[in-house]
């Protein structure tokens, strides 16, 4: 199990670089193709996209490190439910929006990927 703790964080450390850096070539690596993004939009309805619908967006808009924004990720739990499911909180931030993400991860195909990933946002100006 602590080689798959390892691993689980490694694909987390992906994620947050390609999320500082505005790298779609990153985060997919670290989340699975047919992964979704989910959270409670302004309307407090669930809105559901779909993760090349994300890179789109990822792709539109400055990087945290373009603008030279200060990083502060932090993985807060890893829990596992088998040898092939696991979930990770995580808190990460591009100013000035502060995120707390809860990530689904699968093994397959030998490897941990995020496969869904549900967030809550704060925007403090």
């Known amino acids: 199990m602590s080689s798959d703790v390892a691993e689980i964080e490694k694909v987390l450390q992906v994620y947050f670089d390609g999320l500082y850096e505005g790298d779609t070539r990153k985060l997919g690596q670290a989340f699975h193709p047919a992964a979704h993004l989910y959270s409670a939009g302004a309307d407090g309805k669930a809105a559901d996209l779909p993760r090349a619908d994300w ?44 995120f707390t993400d809860y990530l689904t991860l699968l093994k397959a195909d030998g490897r941990w990927q995020v496969i869904s990933k549900a967030f809550h946002v704060v925007t403090k100006e």
């Open 55 to 98: 890179f789109k967006s990822v792709e539109s808009r400055p990087s945290g490190k373009a603008r030279g924004s200060e990083r502060r990720d932090r993985i807060v739990s890893i829990d596992f439910s088998g040898p092939a499911t696991a979930f990770a909180k995580v808190e990460c931030q591009l100013p000035p929006r502060y």
